[in-house]
């Protein structure tokens, strides 16, 4: 039998005002004896950030290795047992010194061979040693992680389940972050200079509502600042169709037949003490809670019927997210729950109609920046009313109207949003596409505009008349080159007229 070696490095350095090097190997090198495995893991990494020539405290280093025994086939039922050690090195004046030393035996298995039921299930036990406490604030500690992935498929399929769970212990890395300037149209957020001062602060960048806005990425940086959590996750997906298993002509198992439902949860929870009733419980999102250190929930629950008929379907769908950060200078939490009501009538042939109705909440707190608080209810109603005589052309008239009120609490700020539209679409084979929407949006609002409510509540207009349009056109110039030209407009009351494009060239080999 062969030995099997699998290794990849990398080393990149930089030069200028900050001297970055940047160095990282990992391996996987194991032999087989007939059913059992042994092999040998590792990964090191260094990152040296200089600025003239003096060493930067984001500068770290660590080493990770591990040694294992594995029995059976990754596709069939497997056992491994793993000892894995790791050291890290932390800067002191100008040089990295080896800071902290964790020792971490485990155990791997799954179950594979049930076509119904496939499990796979892991346990490991981390001891951390201080080797330098004059290098970090870390406390020695023991600490448990263990988690479970587990599908279910019965009745035929009818019922359809993947659910992943993990729940252990550890130190979280308090965070600070940095807002950095990319090419227009290349970020995420934007700057509102809110206090018209010219310097940016972190409470006057906003998640971009059109592309020319978004000339910000928000990049994380880690601090030394420790502090012990108890983590949890979450990730539960469930699929209910009644058709696969019931197979009855009769006129109440053709009618259950056309419902069907969706269900995704996924839950991420740090805490920094062990409850176990609100820890495990992915409902319990007390945002104000001082115990929760970090959480992402996410919950959806969509009830279908008549979902594949082509003439007439109904959707009910409730979802909800909330997410809380642990930063250096504060927490930052946002929430949104919205139940939502969706129509689906095609007239004829050649027309059809899309009822939508939402009604929800969004909420946003931020202890470093308190003018950034709201609670904002909101109520929206949209149709659009489309006409397709065939494949190649469409065009859709579109309308809207969307209340939003902030809590009194917050300052009971009120907007009321008026939508009228039409998009058009041509698609020819194999050559290319033409799409153009064009919208007309009055804005009742009665609250100051240059705050971050108002670029939430205004969703990046101003009050009175504003308009927006759109124009896109992908030409295929042969079998493996693609031209892409997009260009965007906005006019707000009493505001200059702001235009953005863009072409693009593709070429496939």
């Known amino acids: ?105 485990g155990v791997n298995f799954s179950l594979s061979n049930n076509s119904k039921h496939r499990l796979q299930a892991g346990v490991t036990y981390r001891m951390l040693s201080i080797l330098d406490t004059t290098l970090t604030n870390i406390q020695p500690e023991n600490s448990i992680t263990s988690r479970l992935d587990y599908q279910l498929r019965i009745l035929k399929g009818m019922i359809h389940s993947k659910t992943y769970y993990e729940l252990g212990s550890g130190l979280e890395l308090k965070k600070e972050f940095v807002y950095f300037e990319v090419p227009a149209g290349q970020g995420v957020y934007a700057w509102m200079d809110y206090n018209e001062d010219g310097i940016k602060d972190l409470n006057e960048f906003e998640i971009a509502q059109y592309q020319d806005q978004a000339s910000y990425i928000r990049i994380f940086t880690p601090s030394n600042t420790y502090i012990k959590v108890y983590n949890y996750q979450l990730s539960q997906v469930l699929n209910i169709n009644p058709r696969y298993y019931l197979k009855s002509k009769s006129k109440v198992v053709l009618f259950i037949n056309r419902f069907n439902t969706q269900t995704t949860l996924r839950s991420e929870k740090k805490t920094t003490s062990f409850d176990l009733d609100k820890f495990i419980n992915p409902f319990s999102n007390n945002l104000s809670d001082t115990l929760l250190q970090g959480l992402t929930n996410s919950f959806r629950n969509s009830l279908f019927f008549n979902r594949s008929n082509p003439k007439f379907g109904l959707e009910y769908s409730y979802q909800e997210f909330s997410s809380k950060l642990l930063l250096l200078n504060g927490f930052d939490s946002r929430s949104r729950d919205f139940n939502e009501l969706k129509l689906r009538l095609n007239i004829s042939r050649l027309i059809s109609i899309l009822v939508n109705t939402e009604k929800g909440t969004k909420t946003n707190q931020s202890d470093y920046a308190p003018s950034r608080n709201y609670e904002i209810e909101i109520e929206k109603i949209e149709t659009k009313l489309s006409y397709q005589p065939n494949t190649k052309f469409r065009i859709s008239l579109n309308t809207s109207y969307t209340e939003k009120i902030n809590t009194p609490d917050l300052g009971t700020e009120q907007a009321y949003l008026t939508n009228l539209g039409f998009d058009l679409r041509y698609n020819q084979l194999k050559k290319g596409s033409f799409s153009a929407n064009v919208k007309y949006i009055y804005i009742k609002y009665s609250g100051q505009t240059n705050t971050s409510l108002a670029f939430e509540m205004l969703e990046s207009l101003q009050p009175g008349n504003n308009a927006t349009w759109n124009i896109s056109y992908q030409r295929t110039l042969a079998n493996n080159l693609q031209l892409t030209f997009n260009y965007n407009g906005r006019k707000s009351f009493e505001t200059s007229t702001i235009h953005s494009g863009g072409v693009q060239v593709r070429a496939f080999f």
Request: charged share 30%.
């Open 1 to 105: 039998e062969f030995i099997n070696a699998d290794i990849d490095a990398s080393y990149l350095v930089s030069d200028g005002i900050r001297q970055t090097s940047f160095l990282r190997h990992k391996s996987n090198i194991n032999k087989a004896f007939n059913s059992i495995k042994l092999g040998f893991e590792d990964i090191h990494e260094e990152n040296i950030f200089k600025n003239e020539d003096t060493l930067n405290t984001s500068s770290y280093r660590f080493y990770d290795w591990k040694v294992y025994l594995q029995q059976g086939d990754s596709s069939k039922n497997n056992f491994k047992l793993f000892y894995q050690e790791r050291y890290d090195w932390f800067k002191k004046e100008q040089n990295l010194l080896k800071a902290t030393y964790a020792r971490s035996p």
